[in-house]
């Protein structure tokens, strides 16, 4: 275990430079922050100084390695654009991500297991294929024009919740929070289902087709002959059996909703770090890109840490010590 | 129970009346792109200054029209060449109470070229004055080491801050707050990166009451979100609408559109560095040309007139575009009268070409950036498909303004799409700095990324440069535009209007300088 914890932190390590270097080559391999930066009437004494300014003047090999000292300390640099720490941008923003994240992520679990059990129990009914049709949109469907339909029914035409933003925030253990406040959530409800709906849209399936399976599994027959009610049968035989691989696609589909909510967020103008990321590449802001995918790296190894653990501790035939050469 | 929900009822009206009330006087406000910073020195970037005017101003401000108005400044005037006075205006106060004088100029033009990490500082405006002398608490006199026509101009960029926070505050003093101390109508109240910024009332500004208390200032840069936004009545005013709702818009007698010509022309610059032929540019049989064609002036005429401007601003700017002739419009200093909009013509072009030596036309890319100027992308489409009626192969290639303008820079381009806004509203600076002949310690041609050349038009540029008399120098500008332009050193296409759009009851003054600022909206009855 701890010989597997110190080779697993190796990897992760050697990963997160290689990482680095990548995106410090790609961000200047694609062109010349200081020709954005500057202003196009600025002349060439100006264009030296900022160049010089941001540290852009010393040769490509250098500037990773003042990076990479500085990572070591826990420095990943200033922005370009906004002069602060690039890891303190990130962490402000972070927090509206999570939330908006969790949410959807909430509302995907909340009505989608439920639907897809409907559906699958009931498959031929009108309500099952009702639902199964909803899924199908919700898939299809961009999710930039969900956003542009849901600002234009319930801001616009009904006026029931403001159109961008995130609402009041209060402090829950140090980090500020807006479901807990009635504005905040009105902000929080658009965006969250916006994000939800393809998520929602996946766990109907899901959980539909686990369902329609597990129903006609011997356990299933057997319980029901034992004569146990439906609702014990389902809640608990059916239910906990197709709920594994729910939980590894729910654990995988977070990660990918914190990483990537950029389009709901530019639609919402939710201040979180998606639109940060955006920004930050339109603008060649390499500090910010970089201490960005570290930190989402880094959330990544950490997830997939805690899974390669738990599975250890669930399935005991699979050994940390050797998982490596096995997988 | 019943009564003290009754009771709780009354208390709640008795509350919301005033809050209703107060509700008048704020007003929120739909901005297209980010700000930097809150320090007015730290980045010399459009939205910033925007944005800052209203807390910060300068020595002398530009009316809507871009004309200079006296600020913090009453009056100016060059004592001789290299001399300039400006008289301070009295009883003007920062919004931390201390009195504004002279010594707040000295320290605040000695902060600007000095502040760290800058990605682009306001050096630039500052850096002509080579000793400044104090006369009086509200006089002050600044010279210069040569003849410089555009100080009083380029000193409108430069806003002015109190000496204590001058000598010590940090970008990050302004970020929070705690240093963001200007003379402006509004003052400071909250800025959340990328988000937001909120504004209150400045009572005893010297220009007289304002009619907002509060003023929220949001980042919209999502077109579509902005207009929801406004729609919806979230927001009272957007800046930048864009194109495909204006017919909406303006329809709607809920809302009010205001546009007005900018100072930003949209152009297209022919790569000339050397004889051979430039990048992008070919046979039609993909073999290389053996001479560059954009070297011809012919060449470059027949480009020009065989782009149907009418149609462009017609039919993909929805009448928000201002065919061009020249680098600023019509009202703008150093423009010429006798340069109209080339005739679209694409007979007269076939016939150029073939003198040219290009009876069959040749193979060109159409290069341009697809985030940067308003429908930039579909222009550089219309243009192709102009050209493909004088028998050009032309096809487009564009590129995010990230990519795009390093590789514009580094002569990667043959035909290029670009843009430039003239900050000093006079057509001399934009001459010098697109079509002059590269020289970038003498700041001539700094954006000259086609590096043409005419020994003709320097000669008029550096003689406007050192000509102190308003009307003698406009005379040589409008002489070095009418050479540049009849050489068609370059291919100008239109002047972007800028527009805003409005909720009912709020009315908003345009602007040249695209600046969208609290003190031209005003309520209306």
């Given at each position: 275990?701890?010989?597997?914890?110190?080779?697993?932190?190796?990897?992760?390590?050697?990963?997160?430079?290689?990482?680095?270097?990548?995106?410090?080559?790609?961000?200047?391999?694609?062109?010349?922050?200081?020709?954005?930066?500057?202003?196009p009437?600025?002349?060439?004494?100006?264009?030296?100084?900022?160049?010089?300014?941001?540290?852009?003047?010393?040769?490509?090999?250098?500037?990773?390695?003042?990076?990479?000292?500085?990572?070591?300390?826990?420095?990943?640099?200033?922005?370009?654009?906004?002069?602060?720490?690039?890891?303190?941008?990130?962490?402000?923003?972070?927090?509206?991500?999570?939330?908006?994240?969790?949410?959807?992520?909430?509302?995907?679990?909340?009505?989608?297991?439920?639907?897809?059990?409907?559906?699958?129990?009931?498959?031929?009914?009108?309500?099952?294929?009702?639902?199964?049709?909803?899924?199908?949109?919700?898939?299809?469907?961009?999710?930039?024009?969900?956003?542009?339909?849901?600002?234009?029914?319930?801001?616009?035409?009904?006026?029931?919740?403001?159109?961008?933003?995130?609402?009041?925030?209060?402090?829950?253990?140090?980090?500020?929070?807006?479901?807990?406040?009635?504005?905040?959530?009105?902000?929080?409800?658009?965006?969250?289902?916006?994000?939800?709906?393809?998520?929602?849209?996946?766990?109907?399936?899901?959980?539909?087709?686990?369902?329609?399976?597990?129903?006609?599994?011997?356990?299933?027959?057997?319980?029901?002959?034992?004569?146990?009610?439906?609702?014990?049968?389902?809640?608990?035989?059916?239910?906990?059996?197709?709920?594994?691989?729910?939980?590894?696609?729910?654990?995988?589909?977070?990660?990918?909703?914190?990483?990537?909510?950029?389009?709901?967020?530019?639609?919402?103008?939710?201040?979180?770090?998606?639109?940060?990321?955006?920004?930050?590449?339109?603008?060649?802001?390499?500090?910010?890109?970089?201490?960005?995918?570290?930190?989402?790296?880094?959330?990544?190894?950490?997830?997939?840490?805690?899974?390669?653990?738990?599975?250890?501790?669930?399935?005991?035939?699979?050994?940390?010590?050797?998982?490596?050469?096995?997988? | 129970?019943?009564?003290?929900?009754?009771?709780?009822?009354?208390?709640?009206?008795?509350?919301?009346?005033?809050?209703?009330?107060?509700?008048?006087?704020?007003?929120?406000?739909?901005?297209?792109?980010?700000?930097?910073?809150?320090?007015?020195?730290?980045?010399?970037?459009s939205?910033?200054?925007?944005?800052?005017?209203?807390?910060?101003?300068?020595?002398?401000?530009?009316?809507?029209?871009g004309?200079?108005?006296?600020?913090?400044?009453?009056?100016?005037?060059?004592?001789?060449?290299?001399?300039?006075?400006?008289?301070?205006?009295?009883?003007?106060?920062?919004?931390?109470?201390?009195?504004?004088?002279?010594?707040?100029?000295?320290?605040?033009?000695?902060?600007?070229?000095?502040?760290?990490?800058?990605?682009?500082?306001?050096?630039?405006?500052?850096?002509?004055?080579?000793?400044?002398?104090?006369?009086?608490?509200?006089?002050?006199?600044?010279?210069?080491?040569?003849?410089?026509?555009?100080?009083?101009?380029?000193?409108?960029?430069?806003?002015?801050?109190?000496?204590?926070?001058?000598?010590?505050?940090?970008?990050?003093?302004?970020?929070?707050?705690?240093?963001?101390?200007?003379?402006?109508?509004?003052?400071?109240?909250?800025?959340?990166?990328?988000?937001?910024?909120?504004?209150?009332?400045?009572?005893?500004?010297?220009?007289?009451?304002?009619?907002?208390?509060?003023?929220?200032?949001?980042?919209?840069?999502?077109?579509?979100?902005?207009?929801?936004?406004?729609?919806?009545?979230?927001?009272?005013?957007?800046?930048t609408?864009?194109?495909?709702?204006?017919?909406?818009?303006?329809?709607?007698?809920?809302?009010?559109?205001?546009?007005k010509v900018s100072n930003r022309v949209i152009y297209?610059?022919?790569?000339?560095?050397?004889?051979?032929?430039?990048?992008?540019?070919?046979?039609?049989?993909?073999?290389?040309?053996?001479?560059?064609?954009?070297?011809?002036?012919?060449?470059?005429?027949?480009?020009?007139?065989?782009?149907?401007?009418?149609?462009?601003?017609?039919?993909?700017?929805?009448?928000k575009s201002v065919?061009a002739?020249?680098l600023l419009a019509?009202?703008f200093?150093?423009?010429?009268?006798?340069?109209?909009?080339?005739?679209?013509?694409?007979?007269?072009?076939?016939?150029?070409?073939?003198?040219?030596?290009?009876?069959?036309?040749?193979?060109?890319?159409?290069?341009?950036?697809?985030?940067r100027y308003i429908?930039d992308?579909?222009?550089?489409?219309?243009?192709?498909?102009?050209?493909?009626?004088?028998?050009?192969?032309?096809?487009?290639?564009?590129?995010?303004?990230?990519?795009?303008?390093?590789?514009?820079?580094?002569?990667?381009?043959?035909?290029?799409?670009l843009g430039w806004g003239t900050e000093?509203n006079?057509?001399?600076?934009s001459?010098?700095?697109?079509?002059?002949?590269?020289?970038?310690?003498?700041?001539?041609?700094?954006?000259?990324?086609?590096?043409?050349?005419?020994?003709?038009?320097?000669?008029?540029?550096?003689?406007?440069?050192?000509?102190?008399?308003?009307?003698?120098?406009?005379?040589?500008?409008?002489?070095?535009?009418?050479?540049?332009?009849?050489?068609?050193?370059?291919?100008p296409i239109h002047f972007e209007v800028s527009?805003?759009?409005?909720?009912?009851?709020?009315?908003?003054?345009?602007?040249t300088d695209q600046?969208?600022?609290?003190?031209?909206?005003?309520?209306?009855?």
């Amino acid at each position: 275990m701890l010989a597997f914890t110190i080779r697993r932190l190796g990897q992760s390590v050697f990963v997160l430079v290689v990482m680095a270097f990548l995106v410090f080559l790609g961000v200047y391999a694609i062109g010349d922050p200081v020709e954005l930066l500057v202003n196009p009437q600025a002349d060439a004494l100006e264009r030296a100084r900022a160049t010089a300014a941001l540290g852009l003047d010393r040769p490509f090999f250098e500037q990773f390695a003042t990076f990479l000292a500085g990572a070591f300390r826990g420095d990943l640099g200033r922005s370009f654009v906004y002069n602060v720490p690039a890891i303190q941008l990130i962490l402000e923003k972070l927090p509206a991500t999570l939330e908006l994240a969790m949410a959807a992520t909430v509302i995907g679990i909340v009505l989608g297991i439920p639907l897809g059990l409907i559906a699958g129990l009931r498959p031929n009914s009108v309500l099952g294929r009702g639902i199964m049709a909803g899924s199908i949109l919700g898939f299809s469907l961009p999710t930039f024009w969900v956003g542009l339909v849901l600002i234009m029914l319930f801001s616009v035409k009904l006026g029931w919740l403001p159109p961008n933003g995130r609402g009041d925030t209060v402090l829950l253990l140090g980090v500020p929070v807006s479901f807990l406040t009635a504005d905040g959530l009105a902000h929080l409800a658009m965006p969250a289902f916006n994000l939800a709906l393809f998520k929602l849209s996946l766990l109907i399936r899901m959980t539909r087709a686990g369902t329609r399976e597990a129903i006609l599994q011997d356990y299933v027959k057997f319980a029901r002959a034992k004569g146990l009610s439906s609702r014990r049968v389902i809640g608990v035989h059916v239910l906990k059996n197709i709920l594994i691989p729910i939980v590894t696609v729910i654990g995988l589909e977070l990660g990918s909703v914190i990483a990537f909510a950029v389009v709901t967020e530019s639609i919402f103008a939710w201040p979180g770090t998606g639109k940060l990321l955006i920004d930050s590449i339109n603008q060649l802001d390499r500090p910010v890109i970089v201490a960005y995918l570290l930190v989402i790296v880094t959330i990544f190894i950490a997830i997939n840490f805690v899974v390669d653990i738990v599975y250890s501790l669930l399935d005991p035939r699979v050994r940390l010590g050797q998982a490596a050469g096995a997988h | 129970m019943l009564r003290m929900l009754r009771f709780a009822a009354a208390a709640l009206v008795a509350f919301a009346v005033p809050f209703v009330a107060a509700k008048d006087r704020e007003v929120s406000i739909g901005l297209q792109a980010a700000i930097t910073s809150i320090d007015p020195h730290y980045h010399n970037l459009s939205p910033n200054n925007s944005l800052l005017l209203n807390i910060y101003e300068p020595l002398i401000n530009r009316d809507p029209d871009g004309r200079l108005v006296p600020a913090l400044a009453v009056s100016w005037k060059a004592i001789d060449d290299l001399t300039w006075e400006f008289r301070l205006r009295r009883g003007v106060k920062f919004h931390d109470g201390s009195p504004f004088t002279a010594e707040d100029v000295v320290a605040t033009y000695k902060r600007v070229p000095n502040v760290p990490n800058s990605p682009s500082s306001m050096a630039t405006f500052v850096k002509p004055i080579v000793e400044t002398k104090v006369v009086d608490p509200y006089t002050i006199v600044f010279k210069t080491a040569a003849p410089h026509v555009l100080l009083p101009s380029d000193l409108a960029s430069v806003y002015i801050i109190p000496k204590a926070v001058a000598e010590t505050a940090t970008t990050a003093d302004f970020n929070s707050g705690k240093a963001a101390i200007g003379t402006g109508p509004y003052k400071f109240a909250e800025y959340v990166p990328n988000s937001r910024v909120v504004m209150r009332a400045n009572y005893g500004y010297w220009g007289g009451e304002e009619p907002w208390d509060k003023i929220t200032w949001k980042i919209l840069s999502n077109t579509a979100a902005r207009v929801a936004a406004l729609l919806s009545g979230d927001v009272q005013m957007i800046e930048t609408v864009p194109t495909s709702d204006i017919a909406k818009l303006s329809s709607d007698k809920n809302f009010r559109l205001a546009d007005k010509v900018s100072n930003r022309v949209i152009y297209v610059h022919l790569h000339q560095w050397s004889d051979k032929p430039p990048p992008g540019v070919t046979g039609k049989d993909g073999k290389p040309l053996d001479k560059n064609p954009f070297r011809d002036a012919r060449v470059r005429k027949a480009l020009s007139i065989a782009i149907n401007r009418d149609a462009i601003a017609q039919r993909i700017m929805e009448g928000k575009s201002v065919p061009a002739a020249q680098l600023l419009a019509d009202q703008f200093f150093g423009t010429s009268k006798k340069l109209r909009p080339g005739k679209y013509d694409p007979e007269g072009a076939k016939k150029l070409l073939a003198e040219a030596g290009y009876p069959n036309g040749f193979a060109l890319t159409i290069y341009g950036p697809n985030n940067r100027y308003i429908n930039d992308e579909k222009i550089a489409q219309a243009i192709a498909q102009f050209y493909s009626r004088i028998g050009i192969d032309a096809k487009v290639e564009t590129l995010p303004a990230s990519v795009y303008f390093t590789k514009a820079t580094q002569g990667e381009f043959g035909y290029m799409l670009l843009g430039w806004g003239t900050e000093s509203n006079e057509q001399g600076s934009s001459l010098r700095s697109l079509l002059a002949t590269q020289d970038l310690s003498k700041g001539m041609g700094v954006t000259n990324r086609a590096h043409y050349s005419n020994p003709a038009l320097d000669k008029e540029i550096v003689e406007a440069m050192a000509t102190m008399d308003d009307r003698k120098r406009e005379g040589i500008i409008q002489h070095g535009a009418e050479i540049a332009m009849n050489d068609t050193a370059l291919i100008p296409i239109h002047f972007e209007v800028s527009t805003w759009a409005t909720a009912k009851g709020y009315k908003y003054t345009p602007r040249t300088d695209q600046y969208t600022l609290a003190r031209d909206l005003k309520p209306i009855k």
